[in-house]
């Protein structure tokens, strides 16, 4: 309201002057019909294109003065835009160049951080949800990709991981890392042929990932498919001969086959690279036994449930022994 107050002022200021302008001329042709000297009338003439000049700058100060509606544009009228502007990442699953909102921009790094800090502190249900939080508010919801898969499956949500993992892919298709990680929770679900599949899709992206390779002959061994096993962990540790993976892998072929000596050769290897990985220790420990050696078998056993005590079956084994001495 005082913006038109402040108008409505100045309108009368102008009519003032208007009047005071109209005397000015009369007085002005007065002089000028009554005498002849220029320096006189001149003057006067040019005060009044002045004045005049005056007003009109007056009424064009008062005009920016009024008050005009502000136009409101529609929330949904950013993400037309930058979904037009750019088709390819919006279709790929690219963070658009616009559309999120000030609060989104205030709100998501805050979310991230928070859900950072859960899986630091090891309290993976809440960071799945935070990374849900994430998702559903984001302009860019595939930035959540892959942690909100991998939070899932280590809160022990397997399900709930696989339809993060889902939502993931159908955001961006060609994250390796995703694809990756959907496939090894696939293997828990024991869906082997959906987890090869995924896996060789990294594995024609990339051929030199040697994760997508591993996979790959974790499925096979699992299937029982013992010589393509052993075949992609040759493949494997010809590229990275400290693999332990692939050494676990050529280890357990190698005991399931028979060929015990040459097992526990692989393991020994395997553990003397990583010597905090129980399952090269519980291999050990299952062909001492089997080759009638407690006292390695026990050793083992202990060092494996030292490194893994939830291993229900090595404590069997190890119960067991101890009894039977």
């Given at each position: 309201?005082?913006?038109?107050?402040?108008?409505?002022?100045?309108?009368?200021?102008?009519?003032?002057?208007?009047?005071?302008?109209?005397?000015?001329?009369?007085?002005?042709?007065?002089?000028?019909?009554?005498?002849?000297?220029?320096?006189?009338?001149?003057?006067?003439?040019?005060?009044?294109?002045?004045?005049?000049?005056?007003?009109?700058?007056?009424?064009?100060?008062?005009?920016?003065?009024?008050?005009?509606?502000?136009?409101?544009?529609?929330?949904?009228?950013?993400?037309?835009?930058?979904?037009?502007?750019?088709?390819?990442?919006?279709?790929?699953?690219?963070?658009p160049?616009?559309?999120?909102?000030?609060?989104?921009?205030?709100?998501?790094?805050?979310?991230?951080?928070?859900a950072?800090?859960?899986?630091r502190?090891?309290?993976?249900?809440d960071?799945?949800?935070?990374?849900?939080?994430?998702?559903?508010?984001?302009?860019?919801?595939?930035?959540?990709?892959?942690?909100?898969?991998?939070?899932?499956?280590?809160a022990?949500d397997?399900?709930?991981?696989?339809?993060?993992?889902?939502?993931?892919?159908?955001?961006?298709?060609?994250?390796?890392?995703?694809?990756?990680?959907?496939?090894?929770?696939?293997?828990?679900?024991?869906?082997?042929?959906?987890?090869?599949?995924?896996?060789?899709?990294?594995?024609?992206?990339?051929?030199?990932?040697?994760?997508?390779?591993?996979?790959?002959?974790?499925?096979?061994?699992?299937?029982?498919?013992?010589?393509?096993?052993?075949?992609?962990?040759?493949?494997?540790?010809?590229?990275?001969?400290?693999?332990?993976?692939?050494?676990?892998?050529?280890?357990?072929?190698?005991?399931?086959?028979?060929?015990?000596?040459?097992?526990?050769?692989?393991?020994?290897?395997?553990?003397?690279?990583?010597?905090?990985?129980?399952?090269?220790?519980?291999?050990?420990?299952?062909?001492?036994?089997?080759?009638?050696?407690?006292?390695?078998?026990?050793?083992?056993?202990?060092?494996?449930?030292a490194?893994?005590?939830?291993?229900?079956?090595?404590?069997?084994?190890?119960?067991?022994l101890?009894?039977?001495?």
């Amino acid at each position: 309201m005082q913006p038109r107050r402040f108008q409505n002022n100045r309108l009368s200021d102008e009519a003032q002057l208007l009047m005071d302008g109209r005397r000015l001329l009369r007085r002005a042709i007065r002089l000028i019909t009554e005498t002849s000297k220029i320096k006189v009338w001149v003057p006067l003439l040019c005060s009044f294109i002045l004045t005049l000049y005056y007003l009109y700058t007056l009424h064009a100060k008062a005009e920016m003065t009024v008050d005009h509606p502000k136009l409101i544009t529609p929330a949904s009228s950013n993400v037309a835009v930058s979904a037009s502007a750019d088709p390819v990442s919006h279709a790929s699953g690219a963070a658009p160049s616009g559309g999120v909102s000030a609060e989104n921009d205030d709100d998501n790094p805050d979310i991230r951080k928070r859900a950072q800090e859960a899986h630091r502190a090891q309290q993976y249900g809440d960071e799945a949800k935070l990374w849900q939080d994430f998702m559903d508010h984001s302009g860019a919801p595939q930035e959540a990709c892959p942690q909100i898969g991998k939070a899932y499956e280590l809160a022990g949500d397997v399900d709930g991981s696989v339809q993060a993992y889902e939502k993931c892919v159908s955001l961006d298709g060609g994250n390796v890392d995703t694809l990756i990680g959907f496939a090894h929770v696939l293997q828990q679900k024991r869906d082997f042929n959906r987890a090869a599949t995924l896996y060789r899709q990294c594995v024609s992206k990339d051929p030199k990932n040697l994760d997508a390779q591993t996979g790959l002959a974790l499925v096979a061994l699992k299937e029982g498919q013992l010589s393509e096993a052993q075949q992609e962990a040759k493949d494997i540790l010809h590229k990275a001969p400290t693999s332990t993976d692939a050494l676990l892998i050529a280890g357990i072929v190698a005991w399931r086959e028979g060929r015990l000596a040459e097992a526990e050769t692989i393991f020994l290897r395997g553990a003397g690279l990583d010597d905090r990985r129980a399952d090269f220790h519980a291999f050990l420990g299952r062909i001492a036994e089997a080759q009638r050696r407690p006292q390695d078998a026990l050793r083992q056993y202990d060092r494996a449930l030292a490194l893994d005590p939830n291993d229900s079956e090595i404590a069997e084994r190890r119960d067991r022994l101890q009894d039977n001495r």
